[in-house]
């Protein structure tokens, strides 16, 4: 067996890992990258839809179009990197990891800090409670996405679509440009999970129904789907009112993403409340050399994002290179209460840096609300006045170190104005 080393590692191709490359090459360090699939840009190349790199490249592009820039841009420094190469495990105490691919077999890398930057997996069909035959037509948005952009099929002509994320609203949109008959959405809350940019350019234009507090709760068909109900659900998801019956050929699934973290799985990192591993504020896990970016992390709103947490990802991991961790203090923990779905970093590592960011999500919509933080004796530290705040949309505050500087504990929450 073949055995290498490198200082840094990095798995994952897509925007958080080209990212992290970037800034890593540009500091002159010597590092992999390994990508499952075969070839670079990740999710990037199916969705063909506008809005990419107005943050980055100060233009609108599709994805493939950002893709292809984002690898240009990687390519320039002329990096070592493996395609089609599968992570099998990672050894946290010799800081190595086995990984195989068809060319090289099976490769052992030793390193000094790796990188998480494998992004988000949908939600299954599974993770719901659904009566009724798995049954062709039923598939997830990304997979329509892919036999569509990438494939040219068509995933069925009369179409039904459970959940408001992003890519299901996006989908919506692109079926119907494409002669499929959108019958409608239906979302389980209250409110809408997508953005609201989306809810209009994807729904409200194109004249698709928007069922909330409503459900599929059963699906009909022999050798593929051929009709299923929705009813309206109460606050617990419970089924209320008369159900619904639709004809339909294909029902995409549109229920959320998760950071797929499952190769730091078993190392023994916590995790956050965003789904992923808890980390501080220079991206780091509580194992030192051990990091994490982007969707891997927590699941952003922008792919320009993504890019720019990898480049901030990579100056960290020069900065630990070159820093003597084992002269860290404790960390300050950081919690969340009411109104809050999660807050990263999870912990601050000491001695802290000028400005901090956090990362927010809410646990519902609100109006006329504060983002207030306390410290560990309840005294109010900070408060940030917000018009609105949705779930849909990640939220970010720059805190300067000063207003925190001696305390042990921070605690974030969110509370409607009085």
Do not use: W
């Not at 010799?94 to 077999?105: F, I, P, S, T």
């Not at 988000?120 to 598939?139: F, K, N, Q, T, Y």
């Amino acid at each position: 067996m073949k055995e290498v080393q490198y200082q840094v590692v990095v798995i994952g191709g897509g925007a958080a890992g080209l990212g992290t490359m970037i800034s890593l090459l540009k500091n002159k360090v010597k590092a992999l990258l390994l990508e499952k699939n075969e070839e670079l840009g990740g999710i990037l190349n199916q969705c063909i839809h506008p809005g990419f790199g107005l943050k980055l490249y100060e233009e609108e592009l599709t994805g493939p179009e950002f893709a292809a820039r984002l690898i240009n841009d990687f390519l320039a420094f002329k990096p070592t990197y493996r395609l089609g190469s599968t992570v099998l495990n990672i050894d946290k105490n010799k800081h190595q990891l086995l990984y195989r691919n068809a060319y090289e077999g099976e490769v052992l890398v030793k390193f000094q800090a790796v990188v998480l930057a494998t992004g988000a997996l949908e939600r299954s069909p599974g993770a719901i409670a659904l009566d009724g035959v798995r049954l062709p037509g039923i598939m997830t948005a990304g997979e329509a996405q892919l036999f569509l952009n990438r494939y040219g099929l068509l995933p069925g002509k009369r179409v039904f679509i459970l959940g408001s994320g992003d890519i299901g609203l996006i989908m919506a949109r692109r079926l119907s440009l494409e002669g499929a008959k959108v019958l409608g959405v239906a979302e389980l809350k209250p409110y809408c999970n997508g953005l609201r940019r989306n809810v209009q350019q994807c729904l409200i234009d194109y004249e698709i129904p928007l069922y909330l507090k409503t459900t599929v709760v059963k699906t009909y068909g022999e050798k593929r789907l051929e009709a299923l109900e929705i009813a309206e659900v109460d606050e617990k998801g419970r089924e209320i009112g008369e159900r619904k019956r639709i004809e339909c050929d294909c029902l995409i699934l549109s229920i959320g993403l998760l950071p797929n973290i499952k190769l730091y799985k078993g190392l023994g990192i916590s995790l956050s409340n965003a789904k992923g591993n808890e980390v501080d504020e220079h991206l780091s896990t509580e194992i030192p050399g051990f990091f994490a970016c982007g969707n891997a992390l927590q699941v952003h709103d922008l792919v320009d994002n993504v890019v720019l947490e990898g480049f901030k990802c990579g100056e960290e991991v020069v900065s630990f290179l070159n820093y003597d961790s084992s002269l860290k203090d404790e960390p300050l923990k950081v919690t969340i209460g009411k109104g809050l779905a999660y807050v990263l970093p999870s912990f601050l590592s000491l001695p802290l840096p000028t400005e901090i960011n956090f990362s927010f999500r809410v646990m519902r919509p609100f109006q006329k609300a504060s983002l207030l933080l306390y410290d560990e004796m309840d005294n109010l530290i900070f408060k940030r006045h917000y018009p609105y705040l949705l779930p849909s949309e990640m939220l970010n505050v720059r805190l300067k170190s000063a207003l925190i500087e001696g305390k042990r504990a921070l605690r974030y929450e969110v509370k409607e104005d009085e």
